[in-house]
């Protein structure tokens, strides 16, 4: 029963990554392109997403978040 809570926990637990870690741990995504996608936030759909977090100057990207977005920007493209 714990393990399975566990498991649940781990599954749905935000994972935040500065831009530099995330495209270290994404290497599809370049740190260029990401802040391409980060500048124009607001006429993209990023905003709206919510996987951009700002922390003082400190932006942040929620891992899920993005990925769901970027799924949702495939699907519009056909």
Same mark, same amino acid.
């Given at each position: 029963?714990? =393990?399975?809570?566990?498991?649940? +926990?781990?599954?749905? %637990?935000? &994972? ?7 495209? $270290? ?15 124009? =936030?607001?006429?993209?759909?990023? +905003?709206?997403?919510? %996987?951009? &977090? ?7 990207? $929620? ?16």
């Amino acid at each position: 029963m714990l =393990e399975k809570q566990i498991n649940e +926990a781990m599954q749905t %637990a935000w &994972i935040y990554s500065s831009v530099q870690q995330f495209a $270290k741990r994404h290497p599809a995504f370049t740190v260029g392109g990401l802040r391409h996608q980060i500048f124009h =936030e607001h006429t993209n759909g990023l +905003a709206k997403s919510g %996987a951009v &977090i700002r922390n003082g100057r400190k932006v942040l990207i $929620k891992e899920s978040a993005y990925f769901a977005w970027l799924e949702d920007q495939n699907r519009r493209a056909k």
